[in-house]
């Protein structure tokens, strides 16, 4: 598990300049912030004359603090007539500051006010892992990775064009400058790649070298006489974090399936400029299990912070704000932000819960604890334990979100949906894949085709795990039946507060029933749910009398979802170690009871892949997802 991340708070040094008393050194140089940026990593990298004309341009840089770098790298974008058409900068921060500290830091900066305060406005909570912030309407792309750089660079997926060094000075902030870290940062780099600092000492130039860098000194800035510019030029080819970057003869995708996990993919892939026809089979989108209702949305936590903890914040937190964006851009979503309350069992999992919130040290905006006087309060109605606290979290109608998108996408003229039509077969010819409906017609062909079809997927290639189709029943309380909830619940069930005073139940989760009308039963099994995460509430309501919704999850083994390249399972059993995939297929499938906090962060993952650009997910969180993950597994085993 991760440790705890501590904030920084501003200080300043006797001449002004923000200092850390924790390592006694300056954020930059005390004669000028922006002035440094410019000349030490911007100049020492080549840039702008290195971007130019490029597609992606992606610089690492160790060490975020202010975000001067960030920010005097995005004013050079913005100013360069010929800048790359997507400019990526993913920086690590070990001890970041909160919003209100770097807004104080920022108003030093007068030349970068505008662009500091569109940071500042979408600046995340300090939690660990990676945090994704889009720019520009997603030109600029900043990926935050909070934690100690010992335990995050080696996780990154991505492939450097030029590299920030900017810890603090080598002998106050050693853990900045290891042969381990030049080491890491080399499987980020392709020859050519450069790298820029301040610093000149000589263990740093030792360990540039020996990590494939050619060190050189270059004029300093200011009172600095020298500082240090490298290129790599490995003597053997790289072990890299990500591979080459796939190449399309034309920037265009079909992707099967019209729910919240195909919606997200051609939100995010139109977004990149792909053109994009989407196909579904109903008469319209959102038709199957993403036309529930209304659906919860909150992450899971854990004592230890587990992969399914770091991946469910990582969906929700990128799922929130892309959402909050579509609002921006004026597309209508209905949901709200009420929170959820993650009710106690019992008395010994209320202790559970509140001794996890102590461990875990996050900030309250994200996860609480609230006994259950606390909880009662928050809730509107009396409750018998108190439980964990989101209070970010909420509920959303699925399918206004799937409309949103689709929207979104449309107005950037991207996409032709194709609904009533199957996608039945897939075929290969030369660079491109065929979409063929049953009589073996091509429906359609482009050199991606992105698989969001649910069950179905596994029907048009071989997947390589069982999905698991598991019914569904929500259960509709309409007002006046339940006390009136100012959150949502949930537990062993959840109770929806989805306007007007009316509820939704839930659910049943039903093996091996393919029943679509909602039963009396399933009525039953939800008031028995909402009796123990409300005590007293469901006595007077009859099964007979109530409606329902039912629909059918896609479930994986593990319960993960799969997200990525989909495995070439043939080529698969016979060499395990090349990973080898289907080129140009993706999946989006498997988002099981979670398809609100997978489906934002899956479409970026997939949009990412299919670009080379860097993931928005730490290497063992994507590999966790990892579509090919059960073929591999099986195949290592010896299993085909
Ligand atoms: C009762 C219930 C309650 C739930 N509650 C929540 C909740 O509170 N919070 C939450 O986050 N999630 C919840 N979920 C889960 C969520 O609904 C799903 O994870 C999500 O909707 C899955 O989205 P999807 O796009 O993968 O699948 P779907 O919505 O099923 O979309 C797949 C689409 O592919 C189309 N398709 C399939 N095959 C083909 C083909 N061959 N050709 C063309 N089109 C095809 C289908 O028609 C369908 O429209 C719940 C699910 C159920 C059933
Ligand atoms: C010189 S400052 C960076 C200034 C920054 N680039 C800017 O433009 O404002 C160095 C940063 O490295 C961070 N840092 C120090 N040790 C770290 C570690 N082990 N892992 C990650 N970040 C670390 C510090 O918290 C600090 O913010």
């Known amino acids: 598990m991760n440790s705890p991340l501590i904030p920084a708070t501003p200080a300043f040094d006797a001449t002004g300049t923000p200092y850390s008393p924790e390592y006694g050194d300056v954020y930059h140089s005390a004669d000028s912030g922006p002035g440094q940026a410019r000349h030490v990593f911007l100049g020492g990298n080549e840039l702008p004359a290195r971007w130019a004309g490029a597609r992606v341009f992606t610089i690492v840089e160790t060490g975020f603090g202010i975000g001067l770098n960030f920010l005097a790298t995005w004013q050079a974008w913005r100013a360069d007539p010929v800048r790359p058409k997507r400019l990526h900068f993913v920086s690590i921060e070990k001890h970041p500051f909160a919003r209100e500290g770097l807004a104080t830091l920022h108003a030093r900066y007068s030349e970068l006010t505008s662009l500091a305060a569109e940071l500042q406005a979408v600046w995340p909570l300090p939690l660990p892992g990676l945090h994704r912030l889009h720019f520009e309407d997603g030109r600029v792309t900043l990926t935050l990775a909070f934690g100690d750089i010992a335990d ?40 050519g790649t450069t790298v820029a600092t301040y610093t000149t000492a000589r263990a740093v130039r030792d360990a540039l070298a020996a990590a494939g860098f050619v060190p050189e000194l270059r004029p300093g800035f200011g009172r600095k006489r ?303 749910r909402l009796e123990r995460l409300l005590p007293g509430s469901a006595a007077h309501l009859d099964p007979a009398r109530l409606t329902g919704a039912v629909g059918f999850r896609c479930v994986a083994p593990d319960r993960l979802p799969l997200i990525g390249a989909l495995p070439d399972i043939p080529a698969t059993r016979v060499d395990p170690r090349a990973l080898p995939r289907l080129h140009g297929l993706y999946g989006a499938l498997g988002y099981a009871s979670r398809g609100l906090t997978w489906a934002m962060l899956g479409g970026e993952l997939v949009a990412s892949a299919v670009e080379g650009e860097p993931l928005p997910l730490e290497g063992d969180l994507a590999d966790a997802v990892d579509p090919a993950r059960f073929a591999l597994r099986r195949a290592r085993r010896g299993g085909f």
Not at 154 to 181: C, H, Q
Not at 182 to 189: N, P, V
Not at 498 to 506: Q, R, S
């Open 152 to 191: 995050v660079l080696s996780k990154l997926r991505l492939a450097a064009d030029a590299i920030y060094l900017d810890g603090f000075a080598p002998d106050r902030n050693s853990e900045m400058w290891t042969s381990a870290v030049m080491k890491a940062l080399a499987r980020l780099a392709r020859p």
């Open 226 to 528: 020298q500082m240090l510019a490298a290129r790599f030029s490995p003597s053997r080819p790289p072990r890299l974090a990500l591979p080459v970057a796939p190449q399309w003869s034309e920037r265009r995708a079909i992707v099967i399936g019209a729910g919240l996990a195909g919606a997200a993919v051609v939100e995010r892939l139109a977004a990149r400029g792909w053109a994009i026809e989407l196909i579904e089979r109903h008469a319209g989108p959102a038709a199957e299990a993403s036309g529930m209702p209304a659906g919860s949305f909150h992450p899971q936590v854990s004592r230890d912070d587990s992969i399914l903890s770091r991946l469910t914040r990582a969906g929700f937190l990128y799922a929130l704000d892309r959402w909050r964006a579509l609002e921006a851009a004026g597309h209508r979503l209905e949901w709200q932000r009420c929170g959820v309350l993650q009710v106690a069992k019992d008395a010994r999992d209320e202790a559970r819960m509140a001794a996890t919130v102590r461990a875990l040290v996050f900030p309250a905006g994200y996860l609480d604890f609230l006994p259950r006087a606390s909880a009662s309060s928050r809730a509107g109605v009396e409750m018998n334990a108190g439980g964990w606290w989101f209070p970010e979290s909420g509920w959303m109608r699925p399918a206004e979100l799937v409309a949103a998108q689709l929207a979104a996408a449309r107005a950037r003229g991207a996409i032709a949906i194709r609904t009533s039509t199957t996608a039945h077969a897939l075929a290969r010819e030369g660079d491109l894949w065929r979409v063929l409906a049953p009589e073996g017609a091509v429906i359609a062909s482009a050199p991606v085709v992105v698989l969001a079809n649910s069950h179905d997927a596994a029907r048009l290639v071989p997947l390589g795990a069982p999905l698991k189709r598991v019914r569904g029943q929500l259960t509709l309380l309409p007002a006046g039946s339940l006390p009136s909830l100012r959150t949502v619940l949930a537990g062993l069930g959840h109770l929806v507060p989805a306007g007007n005073g009316a509820a939704v139940a839930g659910a049943t989760y039903d093996f091996e029933d393919e029943d679509t009308a909602p039963s009396e039963e399933g009525n039953a099994g939800n008031l028995a």
